[in-house]
Structures are given as structure tokens and as C-alpha cells.
T-cell receptor
Framework: KNEVEQSPQNLTAQEGEFITINCSYS?????LHWLQQHPGGGIVSLFM?????KKHGRLIATINIQEKHSSLHITASHPRDSAVYIC??????????WGAGTKLIIKP | ETGVTQSPTHLIKTRGQQVTLRCSSQ?????VSWYQQALGQGPQFIFQ???????GRGNFPPRFSGLQFPNYSSELNVNALELDDSALYLC????????????FGQGTRLTVV
């Protein structure tokens, strides 16, 4: 079993839809990152969470440390949101433990 | 724009050669991590440097080595290149080791032929 499980693996939605990506992890962590990777490789850090909820524009991230679960939500999705979204908890030796990613496609 | 710059952006090397990749951290960041991302796969942690000392390492052989300089810029060195070393190499900088935001460079795409 992988230490980090993301779902769904692939998601196609229409512009304007509310998007949820889920992440479950099995290891003890100090914090959890949500990252966005566009074609070509560039990675952008969206959020770093250790508890509760954070909001940035149309993006919302939540984490439940007791249940070892985090979610990333996108409101009013737009084609420019199309990317791979990666959940990456930070483990005890400081390294990021990368989920497999969710490939999101938003159609106009 | 994350303030983290990697060079070169693309590189082609021959099997058996050595390569040095560079990462300029965001100003004030004293921690840098390096990751290898093979095509179609998620990044794999290579190692992390904090204040010029390696303080975490993934499952990579010793021919992968690094340096962090007093200005906190960093190098990743790979000796005796193998075909499987072809990948996107990413560096991420942060302030402190654990619960801090990480900022990623655009990566260096290395092709070994």
C-alpha cells in the first residue's frame, strides 16, 4: 500500500464546476503540501498545511490530522486550472512524500 | 515566479560522463531539496541540505552528491551517468527544515544518451 493515496487519478470537468481532490496518507507527518505541476515540469506550491483550512483565491485546502486526510477544492474552475495536482506530506526526515498526482482537465 | 532558478534548463550527456546541476535559492532560504522526476512518474527525493550540511537523503547511490554554499545556492553532481538518470531534476528551497513553504525551480531536464 502506498504511503500517500490520491483520488481521483484523472478528472475531467466543465468550466465552472466545483472540484475536489482527496489525499489520504498513512505515515506521521509534520505538514502537508499541495502542489501544482503544469506540462513541461514547473511545480508551484499551492498550500502548506499542518492543521485546519487555508484559502487562496478560488483554492481551498483542508486537513484532518486525526483522520490523516486532506482535500483540495477549486471553486468556479477554469481551463487554466488544468494541471496535475500533487499531495505531498512532509515525513519525519524532512522529505516530501509524493502522491501519484491527480490530472485535472477543465473543458471550456 | 518563485525566485528559485535552476541551470541549465536542458542538458544532454553521454553515459559515463559527469554532470553538475545548479540551483539558486530564493533570497533568505537556507534549506534546499533535490528531486528526480522520471518521465510519467512522481518526483523522488534525492537529498536535502540545511545550512550547508546534508540532513536527509533518499534512496540514491553515492554517485549522486551535492553541495550547498554559504549563500545557500546549491549543486547536484551525478557521476558515471547511466541511461536511467535521464529525468527532470527539481530543486526546492525553503526557510527552515520542516513546516515551511517550499518553492520550486523550473527544473533541469537531463537526457543521457
Amino acid at each position: 500500500k502506498n504511503e500517500v493515496e490520491q483520488s481521483p487519478q484523472n478528472l475531467t470537468a466543465q468550466e465552472g464546476e466545483f472540484i475536489t481532490i482527496n489525499c489520504s496518507y498513512s505515515v506521521g507527518i509534520s505538514a502537508l503540501h499541495w502542489l501544482q505541476q503544469h506540462p513541461g515540469g514547473g511545480i508551484v506550491s499551492l498550500f502548506m498545511l499542518s492543521s485546519g483550512k487555508k484559502k487562496h483565491g478560488r483554492l481551498i485546502a483542508t486537513i484532518n490530522i486525526q483522520e490523516k486526510h486532506s482535500s483540495l477544492h477549486i471553486t468556479a474552475s477554469h481551463p487554466r486550472d488544468s494541471a496535475v495536482y500533487i499531495c505531498a506530506p512532509r515525513g519525519s526526515n524532512y522529505q516530501l512524500i509524493w502522491g501519484a498526482g491527480t490530472k485535472l482537465i477543465i473543458k471550456p | 515566479e518563485t525566485g528559485v532558478t535552476q541551470s541549465p534548463t536542458h542538458l544532454i550527456k553521454t553515459r559515463g560522463q559527469q554532470v553538475t546541476l545548479r540551483c539558486s535559492s530564493q533570497s533568505g532560504h537556507n534549506t534546499v531539496s533535490w528531486y528526480q522526476q522520471a518521465l510519467g512518474q512522481g518526483p523522488q527525493f534525492i537529498f536535502q541540505y540545511y545550512r550547508e550540511e546534508e540532513n536527509g537523503r533518499g534512496n540514491f547511490p553515492p554517485r549522486f552528491s551535492g553541495l550547498q554554499f554559504p549563500n545557500y545556492s546549491s549543486e547536484l553532481n551525478v557521476n558515471a551517468l547511466e541511461l536511467d538518470d535521464s529525468a527532470l531534476y527539481l530543486c526546492a528551497s525553503s526557510f527552515g527544515q520542516a513546516n515551511t513553504e517550499a518553492f520550486f525551480g523550473q527544473g533541469t531536464r537531463l537526457t543521457v544518451v
